[in-house]
């Protein structure tokens, strides 16, 4: 009874506070003038297709480096704490596999990583960008993982393709600075045509680093998961 | 118009599978109900014309998270029973 009346009271509450936010909540026409900016300047400046990578990768790029090291940092805490109990690396009985599943899973899964290719090379074109399509090759190994279950993923490899990617995506940063307009300016390599894959500058291979970085640490997190399954 | 009313089966159904995961006597079930949220609200960001979050709502939230979840949900059975 007091619970359900805490409950009550902590929904009124939420419910004030949000009746105040939207009570007089216009929404406006015009954009904001920083928008606007970017709207009307960004094909010019970035020529990128998409203006949501404009945004993300050039004029709001060292967010997106935040973003990256979070989740390098995530990755790194799971990888951590999962590694410590995981000492005896116990066998585990695998329930049989069904055939759909393992059928399915050959069948898709080149698929699969080919589209989460796709997005991460066509960010400045079409929808999607490095997370996104970083998030696709993980969902990919995942189902690899479903299909066997006592598939060994290389933590080497995957080590390697991160590190790489994250120097380079750095890399490519400073590079602006020196030969381009500043921290990861994409002007660092010509514009090109507006809307053909060889545009807007450096982001293109900026994202490729970003997507490769991005698949790497979620199946970091996966296959690290995958493996303290194993424990007794 | 006819988007106004997508829009609206929409929130009640995420609304209603939220509640009916909170809800759930099996933990399985509860996990896949907030899968379904999370897909639904990809597609409500696809009609809000943002497909770059709905990709990555997609991708993450109703894909690799639910996975995570099953994961976690294995392990604590393990060491529970």
Redesign the interface.
């Known amino acids: 009874m007091v619970k359900n009346l805490h409950i009550l009271l902590v929904l009124i509450g939420l419910g004030a506070i949000f009746y105040a936010l939207t009570s007089d909540f216009e929404s406006s026409d015009a954009l904001s003038p920083v928008a606007e900016r970017y709207a009307t300047q960004g094909p010019d400046e970035v020529g990128a297709a998409n203006l949501v990578t404009a945004v993300v990768v050039t004029y709001r790029g060292l967010d997106t480096l935040g973003e990256v090291t979070i989740l390098f940092l995530s990755a790194a805490i799971v990888a951590f704490f999962l590694k410590v109990t995981n000492g005896n690396g116990g066998k585990r009985n695998f329930r049989p596999v069904s055939e759909i599943l393992q059928t399915a899973a050959k069948v898709l899964t080149p698929a699969i990583f080919l589209l989460g290719i796709y997005v991460f090379i066509n960010g400045h074109l079409t929808p999607g960008g490095g997370f996104q399509g970083g998030a696709i090759v993980a969902s990919g190994l995942v189902l690899m993982l479903l299909a066997r279950p006592d598939m060994k993923i290389s933590h080497t490899v995957i080590h390697v393709v991160e590190s790489i990617s994250g120097f380079a995506f750095v890399f490519i940063g400073i590079l602006g600075i020196f030969y381009a307009g500043g921290f990861l300016d994409n002007s660092l390599i010509s514009l090109g045509t507006f809307g053909t894959l060889l545009s807007a500058g450096a982001i293109p291979i900026i994202y490729i680093f970003v997507g490769l970085k991005v698949g790497a640490e979620l199946s970091n997190i996966v296959g690290h998961l995958q493996e303290s399954q194993n424990e007794a | 118009m006819i988007l106004k009313i997508i829009a609206i089966i929409l929130g009640v159904l995420i609304i209603g599978l939220a509640v009916y995961a909170l809800h759930a006597k099996k933990l399985t079930v509860a996990i896949l109900g907030a899968g379904a949220v999370s897909l639904l609200a990809s597609v409500m960001y696809l009609l809000l014309a943002a ?2 979050v ?3 709502e997609a ?2 939230g109703s ?2 998270s639910t ?2 979840f099953f ?2 949900l ?2 604590i059975r ?1 060491q529970n029973g």
Do not use: C, F, Q, S
Request: hydrophobic share 50%.
């Open positions: 497909p770059d709905a990709m990555t991708a993450i894909g690799l996975i995570i994961y976690v294995n392990k393990k």
